[in-house]
């Protein structure tokens, strides 16, 4: 069993900041894929930004965000974090939080998500 618990989401005005954080529990043996991802009323939920660990290993991020948000991890703790800077009207959405990690040594990899924190930026 794998939990994702996000925190940190919350009302804030135009310009400001928030940081999100994800702290994922459970039997995990290793992670590959950690991300964020966000959906506002009415749209598609898409991705934020993520850090791939195995493969080709890096970080994304959605155009909109790009020199504003910074996401960043914790291996001992198996956190994600997701900071905010500078943010606009446009980012208010529910912000889950996205792993794709094995839970033990030769299983397949698994996505698991969190269930969401609302960010709300006010003009």
């Known amino acids: 069993q794998v939990e994702l618990v996000e925190s940190g989401g919350g009302l804030v005005q135009a310009g400001g900041s928030l940081r999100l954080s994800c702290a994922a529990s459970?039997?995990?043996?290793?992670?590959?894929?950690m991300g964020w991802y966000r959906q506002a009323p009415g749209k598609r939920r898409e991705l934020v930004a993520g850090?791939?660990?195995?493969?080709?290993?890096?970080?994304n991020y959605a155009d909109s965000v790009k020199g504003r948000f910074t996401i960043s991890r914790d291996n001992a703790q198996n956190m994600v974090y997701l900071d905010m800077n500078s943010l606009k009207p446009e980012d208010t959405a529910v912000y889950y939080c996205?792993?794709?990690?094995?839970?033990?040594?030769?299983?397949?990899?698994?996505?698991?998500w969190g269930q969401g924190t609302q960010v709300t930026v006010s003009s």
């Open positions: 996205y792993e794709v990690l094995t839970t033990s040594r030769g299983s397949a990899p698994y996505p698991y």
């Open positions: 459970g039997s995990i043996f290793s992670i590959s894929f």
């Open positions: 850090i791939t660990i195995v493969g080709s290993a890096g970080t």
